[in-house]
């Protein structure tokens, strides 16, 4: 695959067949919300909520397990998604996202003990923290996005941004939860 063209200013973006086409890409791609034309981090992140509300079921401790698992496993699938590309981090790519999302909703699990009942304006709360840590990328996120390549560098930046909105999130919480 050529590296991405710019015509008149517009992004590369890949054609569906290709994102549907191989897993790797369907992954990395959030199963197509990486495609949606405005925004595509953010409808990547939206895919992080209904994975949290199947895994804050789980014992604390099992939870962490797998969001580190699916961040090495995102370490992969990004990279390869990307290398395929011939991108550094294509806009479309959210499965860091998703992760960083998890990374920040899961002080909820502590502070409000899992898997208790409806606290959709604490998952709103880790959704706009972590989207503006994401977008604003505060040193040392923007370092670590620009120093750190490959499927680690992609996932990395997401998951700083996701320990940044956790640690507001996660005092608001007990302090008012």
Same mark, same amino acid.
């Given at each position: 695959?050529?590296?991405?063209?710019? %015509?008149?200013?517009?992004?590369?973006?890949?054609?569906?067949?290709?994102?549907?086409?191989?897993?790797?890409? &369907?992954? %990395? =791609?959030?199963?197509? @919300? $990486?495609?949606?034309?405005?925004?595509? $981090?953010?409808? $990547?992140?939206? &895919?992080?909520?209904?994975?949290?509300?199947?895994?804050?079921?789980?014992?604390?401790?099992?939870?962490? *397990?797998?969001?580190?698992?699916? =961040?090495?496993?995102?370490?992969?699938?990004?990279?390869?998604?990307?290398?395929?590309?011939?991108?550094?981090?294509?806009?479309?790519?959210?499965? !860091?996202?998703?992760? $960083?999302? @998890?990374?920040?909703?899961?002080? @909820?699990?502590?502070?409000?003990?899992?898997?208790?009942?409806?606290?959709?304006?604490?998952?709103? %709360?880790?959704?706009?923290? *972590?989207?503006?840590? !994401?977008?604003?990328?505060?040193?040392?996120?923007?370092?670590? !996005?620009?120093?750190?390549?490959?499927?680690?560098?992609?996932?990395? !930046?997401? #998951?700083?941004?996701?320990?940044?909105? #956790?640690?507001?999130?996660?005092? %608001?919480?007990?302090?008012?939860?």
């Amino acid at each position: 695959m050529p590296a991405r063209s710019h %015509a008149r200013g517009k992004r590369y973006r890949p054609p569906p067949a290709l994102v549907f086409g191989t897993s790797e890409h &369907l992954l %990395a =791609f959030g199963f197509g @919300l $990486g495609l949606v034309p405005v925004a595509p $981090g953010t409808f $990547g992140t939206l &895919l992080g909520v209904p994975l949290w509300w199947l895994l804050c079921w789980l014992p604390p401790q099992i939870y962490g *397990f797998v969001v580190a698992a699916l =961040f090495g496993l995102g370490c992969w699938v990004t990279g390869r998604s990307a290398r395929l590309l011939g991108s550094h981090d294509d806009p479309g790519i959210v499965f !860091d996202e998703v992760v $960083g999302f @998890l990374i920040a909703a899961s002080p @909820l699990l502590y502070s409000l003990g899992w898997a208790q009942g409806n606290h959709w304006w604490w998952l709103l %709360a880790a959704f706009v923290l *972590f989207r503006g840590f !994401d977008i604003v990328k505060p040193i040392p996120i923007r370092w670590l !996005d620009q120093l750190v390549g490959g499927g680690l560098g992609i996932m990395l !930046d997401d #998951a700083v941004a996701g320990l940044f909105a #956790a640690v507001p999130l996660g005092l %608001a919480a007990w302090f008012l939860g």
